[in-house]
């Protein structure tokens, strides 16, 4: 997965259990795309010091996924309800009862992790 993706996904999930400053400095370099140094400016920091603190705000992001998978897990759930659509899809047109097992294989999987 692109860096940058991931680490919008680790901050869906998990920041806001950063800091409002953190939250405010991670937002701006991953979602405003702001370089190190505008941020640093408008922080009234070092460029090193907004570094550091995306850096660490990654690492705490990543450690709680480590923990919890739950961006795994979504992705994983996402990539599962893909394969339902699919498979209904294609229900529509072949009318297979094949299919339908497949689909009730998936959907058990999924309610059984929820």
Known sequence: MERKV???Y???FYGELLNAHQRRIYEDF?????????IAQDEGISRQGVHDMVKRCTKTL???EEKLHLVSKFLDTKR???QIHQLAGQFRTS???SLLDQIERITNTILEEL
């Open 6 to 8: 991931a680490q919008a």
């Open 62 to 64: 990543e450690g709680y």
């Open 10 to 12: 680790l901050y869906d």
């Open 80 to 82: 599962r309800v893909a």
């Open 30 to 38: 991953i979602f405003h795309d702001l370089s190190l140094t505008e």
């Open 95 to 97: 009318h297979e009862e």
